[in-house]
């Protein structure tokens, strides 16, 4: 990558893992490095830069998500799609020079951990996936239906998708929604399909009736059973931050 | 009763069960049932003293027929007793698992008319949990010592993880606190499991019968009674090595009853359970032996520094360690290097030597690893001194800076006088120690022995 040539542009793109495949392909078969990179929704206009937009190809992304597993490694792809989940500043430009360096030096870039976009690349890969794990256990879904659920959550990463994957595994059965309210967006779940929906004015007013009982055992059993003489809100509040706090029930009065 | 009084009053006697890990069963969703196990666990939430509350954990009842001195729910005490039927468990599980309230059911139950009829019950609840309702999430089940071994069998089919509690940790204790349980009555259901679940291993079918995937526990309540560190640590090795266990728990001793045989103390010994916990993940993941850690000589674990760094400091010979060349065994005993760091280290060094600045960017803590290593031959930079006594003053030294910069979290006031409040436990053994800043040599001393 060293002969590579740095170019005065800043790319605009869609904002989607295929439209950023698609400026891997095009910067790797140019062999040039953009000064930045923007999805639409963060892009300001600014007189100075001189900006490219990026069109999604969907046969370039294709070409190069396959080629990454079979060129550089599996692992590879992990962790340039679970980084790009991550809500860091720069993740474009971190994710593509670990990727052309990558199809240059093949699996070994894995453990090129002391260069410092390979270790950006997989402290935003880590950063995602600890995030995602901990609301697979502080979620919290209310019925509002026959066999409907709803949750609402408040990520730092855009994790919505391995996170539905996960409940789609745990609860085959059960229809659900999961609102993603800093980003507007709603996993929607019917048994057989999902799907990730743009929801600006989705508002839910009624729970099922017996909703209320169930919230309410769970205060009981979660006020119940600690212990006092161990009272430890320091460790708590460690474990559970307060960002996560209104998504709550148990915590949420 | 209502449905509300009982889960008060059974989650209420249940809560001193310190396990509570949903970890070590891949469980896989069926005919679109409910749920599924997820291998490294998930903690859904953490209740007000910091415990992670991962399953639903309640008593089946609490109306006892044994008199244990220690426990809540012992024949003699005066408290409001309570029964659940298998159908209540089951709907509540149910409906807890489908909001993401909970990772699965942890049943356990006091004895009630004879260890068969309690047992029996248990089975009758998980059958309608994994027949009837398709439940595939993670239950962790309590054994009663002294029921049949058939019982045991088809128990151990349904659920994922089975543990029968040693309680105390020697044969004298148990006499002195539990009258009516004896040793044989814990250890033979518990080898028995273990067998099982060794032969479980050995059928070689992708279609074999699932028995106790997850492994089975054990927990046993520490200062309740006056056996040292070593004894207690000495009685999990064995288990582990013995009896194949996958976690001992430790229970700081909640002081519940009042009794002769009882000591009265004014807080759990939480320190000791800390250090007792860091010694356990010493013997399961780094390799460490019970005799290594503590000896007759020296019985007990130092309140300052963790079982490692003791350690280290007690071997000082075998440093300092050269990051580049050791083993992962070998840096794994390095004091404040953990698996993921010592793994992150082998990684990074296949493709160049390793200095203090790169062992900074791979995120390894070097505040008490500096003094023990070397990187391509040198020294940490402030390290001047390779020496046991010049690496125990520093050790010490940062721990008072840290347990001071703890302590001095509070809104100032004209009017506090914040070294008389109540501290827990630990705080104000810390402070203790900040208020005489420079260590002595005898104060070190001191500090190492223990005796404060």
Known sequence: MSNWKLINKTYVYDGSFDGFLTIVFDSYSNKVLPQKIYSYKDYVENFLDKVLYIKTDYEKSKRVFNGIEKNICYESLYNSYNAFLSNEKDKEIHILKYLCNGFDVGPKINNMITTSYVFKVINMRRKALAECHKLKGLLRFQEIGNNLCYSSIHPDNNILEPLGHHFINRLPSMNFIIHDKIRDLCFIYNCKEYKIVDSKNLKISEISDDEKIYQDLWKIFFKTIAIKERKNSRCQMQYMPKKYWKDLIEMSN | ?452
């Open chain 2, 1 to 452: 009763m209502d449905i509300y009084d009982k889960l008060k009053i059974l989650a209420d006697s249940a809560k001193y069960d310190a396990s509570c890990s949903s970890s070590g069963s891949n469980r896989k969703n069926v005919n679109n049932g409910i749920g599924n196990g997820h291998v490294s666990g998930i903690c859904h939430s953490w209740g007000a003293d910091g415990r992670c509350i991962s399953l639903l954990k309640i008593l089946m009842t609490n109306s006892c027929m044994y008199d244990c001195k220690y426990c809540v729910n012992r024949a003699t005490n005066s408290i409001r007793r309570a029964t659940f039927t298998p159908q209540e468990i089951a709907d509540l599980t149910i409906n807890f698992y489908k909001r993401n309230y909970i990772e699965g059911l942890f049943l356990s139950s006091a004895v009630i008319k004879s260890p068969d009829y309690t047992m029996e019950m248990l089975v009758k609840t998980v059958t309608i949990l994994r027949n009837e309702y398709n439940f595939n999430g993670y239950i962790h089940c309590k054994t009663i010592p002294g029921c049949s071994q058939e019982l045991i069998d088809s128990l151990g089919s349904l659920v994922d993880r089975m543990s029968i509690n040693i309680e105390l940790p020697s044969n004298d204790s148990l006499k002195l606190l539990a009258p009516q349980k004896e040793k044989t009555g814990i250890l033979k259901p518990m080898s028995y499991i273990s067998n099982n679940i060794e032969q479980n291993r050995l059928i070689k079918s992708r279609f074999k019968p699932k028995f106790v995937p997850a492994g089975q526990t054990t927990q046993m309540i520490i200062g309740a009674t006056p056996e040292s560190d070593l004894k207690i640590l000495k009685l999990s090795e064995g288990l582990y090595q013995k009896l194949k266990l996958k976690r001992v728990y430790y229970s700081a001793y909640v002081s519940v009853n009042n009794d002769k045989n009882l000591p009265t103390l004014e807080s759990p010994p939480l320190l000791r359970e800390n250090r007792l916990y860091q010694a356990d993940w010493l013997l399961r993941f780094y390799g460490f032996k019970a005799d290594e850690l503590l000896n007759k000589s020296h019985p007990n674990f130092n309140h300052i520094l963790d079982p490692k760094c003791d350690w280290a400091l007690r071997n000082i010979d075998k440093f300092p360690i050269e990051i580049n060349t050791a083993n992962y065994f070998t840096l794994l005993r390095i004091p404040g290097i953990g698996i993921i760091s010592a793994k992150k280290i082998i990684k990074a060094r296949l493709n160049f030597l390793l200095n203090f600045d790169d062992l900074k960017k791979l995120g390894v803590v070097l505040k008490r690893a500096k003094y023990f290593i070397t990187c391509k031959g040198k020294y940490f930079d402030k390290v001047y001194k390779f020496n046991q006594n010049f690496i125990e003053t520093n050790l010490i030294y940062q721990e008072r800076i840290d347990s001071n910069r703890k302590i001095n979290f509070e809104q100032l006031s004209l009017f506090s006088n914040s070294y008389d409040n109540n501290y827990s436990y630990l705080t104000k053994e810390k402070s203790l120690l900040f208020k005489r800043l420079q260590p002595t040599k005898e104060d070190k001393i001191k500090c190492l022995t223990g005796s404060l």
